[in-house]
């Protein structure tokens, strides 16, 4: 399987994929077995897994993207 770019998913695709990656670990497969499975990056598994390891399910979950409205610099009434 070619690799993807993980940036240009949706929100919900990259969890349904981090989803697959700890499925898929949990059937005691291996690292490079997963990676040639799901096209994503070893790094990437990697750090997928031991996200699920450290804080489960919601450990998982991608945060937002860019920055959040309302932060940086106002125009003034001058």
């Known amino acids: 399987m070619e690799k993807e770019n ?6 919900e695709q990259l969890y349904e994929r981090r989803k697959q990656v700890v499925r898929l670990h ?7 077995q997963i990676v040639s499975l799901t096209g994503l ?3 990437g598994v990697r ?9 489960g399910w919601p450990a ?3 945060a ?3 920055r959040t409205p309302g932060l940086g ?4 009434a001058a």
Do not use: N, W, Y
């Not at 993980?6 to 929100?11: G, I, N, S």
């Not at 949990?26 to 490079?32: F, I």
């Not at 610099?73 to 003034?76: E, I, K, N, V, Y």
């Open 6 to 11: 993980a940036r240009k998913q949706t929100l």
């Open 26 to 32: 949990k059937k005691a497969m291996g690292v490079m």
């Open 41 to 43: 990056s070893h790094p």
């Open 47 to 55: 750090a997928c897994i031991d996200l699920f390891e450290v804080g």
């Open 60 to 62: 998982i979950r991608p």
């Open 64 to 66: 937002l993207r860019g």
């Open 73 to 76: 610099r106002a125009l003034s």
